[in-house]
């Protein structure tokens, strides 16, 4: 993860440059990147390139051209996808979305790569095809990046586009826990929980879900709760697990009924 003092350097380097648009594809290029390598999720990519937008008084529209204008230089091809995909500052389009992550994969960007998998794997801009998500996923994840590697756990944990495989699953959500990727410390949570591709080991479950959980994944945070609600792999903690069921509650847009019941029966 790249501390602040290296995004600021990087940052302040670009001041040398002397075209307005390259400097500000430079620029956004940073964000996206930093974003990305801190494992942040879409939503909040797409926030922190709007709110450097704003910081810089540059309308989407312009944004994006800066970042089209800059199209023959391919290592812009997976942020101009994104741009596509999220329709920041042109109408969203999936197909060329696809186009542009397809560029990025096959110049070897492993994050494009994890992202053409997942155009394949949802069906955006192409026909839904698993063999090929699950062949993008892996080459993204061999080259060391926790998104592919989050999804290619995900693959063989399900048997999606390949065999279904609880080993190589657990290996790969380690993988990308081990670099901070909250999802892939939620699998592996999960894994150690159940057994689930290594020996049944509930402190070690209870560890990951809470390294999750406090990093801010949802279900990672649902998971801690139960498990201090009825004492898994931790100590009973019902002032603990209220907490956190509270976080889960106010972050989702239909609570679980029978956590809201529940809630509401300790306030008695």
Not at 1 to 30: G, P, V
Not at 184 to 212: F, H, I, M
Not at 213 to 224: D, E, I, K, P, Y
Request: proline share 1%; hydrophobic share 35%.
């Amino acid at each position: 993860m790249e501390t602040l003092d290296s995004f600021r350097n990087k940052l302040n380097s670009i001041e040398e440059i002397d075209d307005y648009d390259e400097k500000m594809a430079q620029e956004i290029f940073i964000i996206f990147k930093n974003s990305n390598e801190n494992w942040e999720n879409d939503d909040v990519i797409v926030q922190n390139v709007k709110n450097w937008s704003k910081l810089k008084n540059i309308t989407h529209i312009n944004l994006f051209k800066c970042i089209k204008n800059q199209s023959t230089n391919k290592k812009y091809a997976c942020l101009l996808g994104f741009l596509y995909r999220w329709g920041i500052g042109i109408a969203s389009d999936q197909e060329k979305a696809f186009h542009w992550y397809k560029v990025s994969a096959e110049i070897g960007d492993s994050l494009g790569q994890n992202e053409l998998g997942s155009c394949y794997d949802y069906a955006d801009g192409v026909d839904m095809d698993m063999s090929k998500a699950f062949y993008w996923y892996h080459k993204s994840a061999l080259a060391g990046n926790a998104f592919g590697q989050h999804n290619i756990g995900l693959c063989f944990r399900l048997g999606i586009g390949t065999c279904q495989d609880d080993c190589q699953a657990f290996f790969w959500f380690q993988e990308a826990a081990k670099v901070g990727h909250r999802g892939g410390q939620t699998e592996l949570g999960q894994c150690y929980s159940n057994g689930y591709g290594v020996k049944q080991d509930l402190r070690k479950g209870y560890y990951w879900l809470c390294r999750a959980a406090t990093a801010g994944n949802t279900m990672a945070q649902s998971l801690v709760a139960d498990r201090q609600q009825y004492g898994l792999g931790t100590f009973r903690d019902i002032h603990e697990a209220i907490k956190w069921h509270r976080k889960v509650i106010q972050a989702m847009e239909q609570p679980e009924y029978p956590k809201l019941i529940w809630l509401f029966q300790q306030d008695l």
